[in-house]
């Protein structure tokens, strides 16, 4: 350990069946040293980790720990050796509490006494708050992990990684769901663990997260290593050339301002806990966000809207034409796509193929002969040309979605509801977990499809995004509706403003 | 791919059955006519009926465990009135209608009180055993006209058992219901926030499976010529979600299929009928049918790591 921690890969190969995940891959890191992953989605990183972590036997190559061969054969041996993975789907037993959870791999040292099966509760608080504190966030560590947001979730998970002492952390995506004050402590943590002789591994999308915390990057394509560097050498231009292979195209959308009139409108709605009394309109093509910090109730405001969670007062009115009608949820959901905030959750159907997916919400158009039959090839056509728009690269419409790569799911997740050719679409962190060159493409085709007369309502964490987006944005706090920002007082000082300070 | 393994597996348990009348009709005498076939086929007819009915409500994610006490309450109460009345067809049509309702209650505890279907099928199977047991004070039901014997018979049976399977087998792959169903036993979550009807569907799983228990009562009555309590015999249910089981439908929901219900119901007969001429006592047919459910339940985990993990 004097000598400090170093980790070498030399030359991992993995194929699974018709994919190369990694083409000879080589990489070295030492202690002290933070380095940042990046690549598109399907480039290899999760293969990479899943094989650190002991998820994934590679085919061949080696890794080495302070200079010795190692074989991470399960991810016990992995945790054994000091890995610790931080992965970026939420992993946690939701009817546990927050320190169960925390210390679930090693129950048995929380022993009141040595032979029985009690558990010293207090001792294990005690610790599960000195980490939380660590983070900078303070959940009940009682309480369940069903009833956290899926930030704080996230931040249970990377207590988690601490408890178990890793010296190579694994962080893949840690940031998605994280809201900004909690991302900052997260880098803060990172920044305090990197004098203490480990060595982290940082996935992300997000450029921005790299230049700021990362000491290194190595840029992943196609299972290789496309290209590496210290931060201060390398440009932003230059990480997006070796991600994609070529410039990124910068087209930006001719976008037509949105019409007067109105598609919907909500009036004094109270749920059961939040929304309180938010009222709000949208125009037909418009661009509207929603912008709030997690827990702040803005899912619930448009979980209220759909009738998926309890409405116990206020109007919702709906109108093709411009003429608004009182409408009912079940009415209103005959115009709107809905993409939910967690893709396994409630987004999509795991074990089910892309085409079954994409027509699941609009089956009655495939219900076409006169014995009320589905016509199943018209179903794969259409989800042949969804599944086009959004340039998937996956495949065949007949694979299951479960072996597609999380930004291909999150592309499956949008595009089921095109088909349906919604009037509204409800996005709820519409690029989560999604690469570069993706993510333009989605910002692209919302431009595009506003600009033909859809109209959006946009829930994001990212600032930059929701700037980017929106036509005008709506502040939530605590279930109220606290700032309305037209097009020209958009602003991250405005928005920041309207939520901090109130904290 | 899921319909790949479905279609292999029917494959499979063609083979089996095949495998097993072969081995029989060389071994046991006359066993490979005509007539004895035809009677196996009338055998299955009630159970294989049931499978269909609990093939809906498993690939939505339920269960049904009351389906033969439904079946029993069914037949008592209609036989009684056929008896009374001599009128068949509206009696028939009463089978259906009782058995339809009590799955409407089960359907409505499950779907929109949200109560867990074990514990609501149970608790159903425990009250329509009591209604029947009560509605005959434990004796049977006869006096029926011969006619309704008839009519439910032989050939008919089968010939109403095979179309009954292709249209629900339609019904279940091809029609937009049928579809709700899977994406309902694969992610209830997702099926929510996709705007599907959730609770009205998985409501109706009960109906059906209420309607078929009284479809399968028809013909018990019939067979007997008369209805009584006991025809709802608790090993009955193990034999229903074995059949089930082995057919491919998954317990956790989401995949299955009638094919696979029906040859499953086929499947488990024939196991019964080898077991008595081989004169295996009762005792030792529990136990060796409890023995194929855990090998199915097996097969059935084992299908779904492969159909999880598989290339």
Known sequence: ?503 | MASKIQSNLSIILILVIIFILAVLSFTVNNFASINNLQNILVQVAPIGIMTFGITFVMISGGIDISLPAIMATSSVISASFIAKTNNILLGSIMFLLVGGFLGLINGTAVAYLKMVPLVVTLSMMTVCMGIATAWTDGQSVGGLPEDFSLIFSGTTVIIAFIGIAILFGIFLKNSEYGRWLFYIGNNENTAIASGLPVKRAVCFTYVIAGFCAGMAGIINTAVLSSARASMGADSQILDIVTAAVIGGVSVKGGSGSILGAFLGAILIIIINNVLNLLGVSDYYTGLIKGLIIILAMGIDAARTRLFHFES
């Open chain 1, 1 to 503: 350990m004097e000598n400090g921690l170093t980790l070498e890969i030399h030359n991992l190969k993995k194929s699974f069946p018709g994919v190369q995940a990694l083409k000879d891959v080589s990489i070295s890191a030492r202690d002290g040293e933070i380095l940042g992953l990046i690549g598109v989605n399907g480039a290899g990183k999760s293969t990479l980790m899943n094989i650190l972590g002991g998820v994934v036997i590679p085919d061949s190559g080696e890794i080495l720990i302070n200079g010795e061969i190692k074989r991470i054969k399960d991810p016990a041996t992995a945790e054994k050796l000091g890995v610790a993975f931080i992965q970026q789907e939420i992993q946690l037993f939701e009817n546990l509490t927050v320190q169960e959870n925390i210390f679930i791999a090693n129950l048995k040292k929380w022993r009141a006494f040595k032979n029985f099966p009690f558990l010293n509760l207090k001792s294990m608080a005690g610790e599960a708050n000195n980490l939380l504190a660590l983070l900078g966030c303070d959940i009940d560590v009682h309480s369940m992990v069903s009833d956290l947001a899926v930030g704080e979730q996230q931040m249970v998970q990377i207590a988690r990684a601490l408890s178990q002492g890793g010296k190579i952390l694994l962080f893949d995506e840690p940031t998605s769901s994280l809201t900004l004050k909690e991302k900052q402590n997260l880098f803060k943590l990172i920044g305090k663990l990197k004098g203490s002789n480990v060595i982290i591994f940082y996935i992300s999308h997000h450029l921005d997260e790299i230049f700021e915390i990362c000491d290194r990057v190595v840029v992943l394509r196609d299972g290789g290593v496309a290209g590496e560097g210290r931060v201060e050498d390398i440009s932003k231009d230059e990480i997006i050339r070796f991600m994609l292979g070529h410039e990124i195209e910068q087209s930006i959308e001719y976008r037509k301002q949105p019409h007067q009139k109105k598609v919907l409108e909500v009036r004094n709605l109270c749920g059961e806990r939040y929304p309180k009394d938010v009222s709000f309109s949208l125009a037909k093509g418009e661009v509207l966000g929603i912008w709030g910090l997690l827990g702040s109730g803005r899912t619930e405001l448009v979980r209220t809207i759909l009738g998926l969670d309890k409405k116990k007062s206020g109007e919702v009115l709906f109108g093709e034409n411009g003429e608004l009608q009182s409408i009912n949820p079940q009415n209103l959901y005959k115009h709107i796509g809905y993409l939910t905030e967690g893709r396994h959750f409630d987004g999509l159907f795991l074990n089910m193929p892309i085409w079954q997916n994409i027509t699941s919400v609009f089956l009655k158009k495939f219900v076409t002969n006169k014995f009320k039959l589905l016509n199943e090839r018209e179903e794969k056509q259409a989800a042949k040309h969804s599944i086009s728009q959004v340039n998937v690269s996956a495949v065949s419409e007949n694979m299951l979605v479960r072996k597609l790569s999380g930004g291909n799911q999150q592309k499956i997740a949008i595009s089921k509801w095109f088909i349906k050719k919604p009037k509204i679409l409800f996005l709820d962190e519409p690029t989560k977990g999604v690469d570069v060159g993706a993510k333009a493409e989605i910002q692209n085709l919302i431009f595009k499809m506003a600009s033909e007369g859809v109209s959006f309502i946009i829930i994001s964490s990212e600032i930059e995004e929701i700037m980017g987006l929106s036509d005008r944005i709506i502040v939530i706090h605590q279930g109220e509706l606290v700032n309305e920002l037209g097009t020209m007082q958009i602003s991250k000082e405005n928005l920041m403003k309207s939520v901090i300070g109130r904290n």
